[in-house]
C-alpha cells in the first residue's frame, strides 16, 4: 500500500528516512529513478542511508510501476520517492495512478523560481505538474509531516 508518493530531489535522506517515519511507518522505500536504477555504487549509497528494518527497492520507473499494479507491495507500506514531476508523470503515464502527490524537495537552482518556502519550480517542471493537475492529482507541499500543509493545484495552474 502506497502510504506516501514523495518528489523529492535529494531522494533519500534524513527527512524522508526520519522525518516521515512518524507519519507513515513504512515497510520499504522504493526509489524510482532510471539513473540511479543503472547505477550500483549509488544504489548501495541510497540503501546504506536507510535503516535495516525499513526494505530499500530501487527501480526504474517502468519497473516500478509495473511491480506495484502486480500487487508486489501491497502487504507493504510504501513510501514511493521521484526525482522530480517528469518522473511522477511518467509514472501516471505507466499505469500508476494516484490521487495525491507530496512535493517535498525542490530545492533553488538555476532557472526555477520560489513558489513557497523553500520550494522552487521551473515552468517547465511547473507545466508538468499542470499536467498531474489535469489527471485529479492533488499536488501537497509539505517538506515534513508537521508542516502545514498547503494544497498547489491553484498555485500551479
Known amino acids: 500500500m502506497l502510504v506516501l508518493i514523495r518528489i ?5 535522506h534524513a527527512q524522508v528516512v526520519i522525518g516521515w517515519y512518524e507519519e507513515c511507518r513504512p ?3 522504493i526509489l524510482a529513478d532510471d539513473k540511479v536504477g543503472d547505477n ?8 546504506s542511508a536507510v535503516p535495516s528494518d525499513i526494505k530499500v527497492s530501487v527501480l526504474s520507473l517502468r519497473e516500478t510501476a509495473d511491480r506495484i499494479n502486480q500487487g508486489v507491495y501491497n502487504k507493504d507500506r510504501v513510501i514511493l520517492l521521484v526525482r522530480g514531476p517528469e518522473q511522477a508523470l511518467q509514472l501516471y503515464e505507466n499505469g500508476l495512478e494516484f490521487d495525491e502527490l507530496n512535493i517535498g524537495g525542490m530545492h ?5 523560481k520560489k513558489v513557497i518556502g523553500e520550494l522552487y519550480i521551473s515552468e517547465d517542471e511547473k507545466s508538468v505538474l499542470r499536467e498531474l493537475v ?3 492529482v ?6 515534513l509531516p508537521g508542516d502545514e500543509k498547503v494544497i498547489m493545484n491553484s498555485k500551479i495552474v
Open 8 to 12: 523529492d530531489d535529494r531522494l533519500i
Open 27 to 29: 515497510d520499504r522505500i
Open 40 to 47: 550500483e555504487w549509488e544504489k548501495k549509497l541510497y540503501i
Open 108 to 112: 533553488y537552482r538555476e532557472g526555477r
Open 134 to 136: 489535469k489527471k485529479s
Open 138 to 143: 492533488i499536488l501537497e507541499a509539505r517538506a
